[in-house]
């Protein structure tokens, strides 16, 4: 079943990245099984979960290679709502979910319309930015 929505903040730094749990959320809209993590605003989608996990991890993966190749990482989780800190140990922190019910149009229509689970998923940020 799922767990409360509300982030903890689990951190696990190693060497270059930052290990951290974040709320995401499963949904299904039009026929589609959606992935999406409101604190990053990113989706991934498709035909099964299978699909829409590895479409997540896809999506993910651009955001974080396209916002390090034009240096605007740190600006694009600030604008998000995230939390920056200079400390190595816990640089960064996400809005909390009550936070993002109110800033985040897309996570507010699928809060307000679809049922769906809440898992914490754990992702990998790069720290040397």
């Given amino acids: 079943m799922a767990k409360q929505a509300e982030f903890r903040g689990d951190y696990k730094s ?18 589609s099984q959606i992935v999406y993590c409101p604190a990053l605003d990113i989706a991934g989608y498709g035909n099964n979960l299978d699909e829409a996990k590895e479409s997540f991890k896809i999506s993910l993966g651009e955001f974080f290679k396209y916002t390090l190749n034009k240096n605007t990482f740190k600006s694009e989780l600030s604008r998000m709502g995230w939390t920056l800190r200079k400390s190595k140990y816990k640089p960064m922190h996400p809005p909390e979910m009550s936070k993002l019910l109110n800033t985040n149009e897309n996570f507010n229509r699928i809060f307000n319309n679809f049922p769906f689970q809440k898992i914490d998923q754990n992702i990998s940020f790069p720290v040397n930015v």
């Fill in 14 to 31: 190693e060497r270059d990245n930052l290990n951290m749990n974040l709320p995401v959320i499963l949904f299904e809209e039009d026929g």
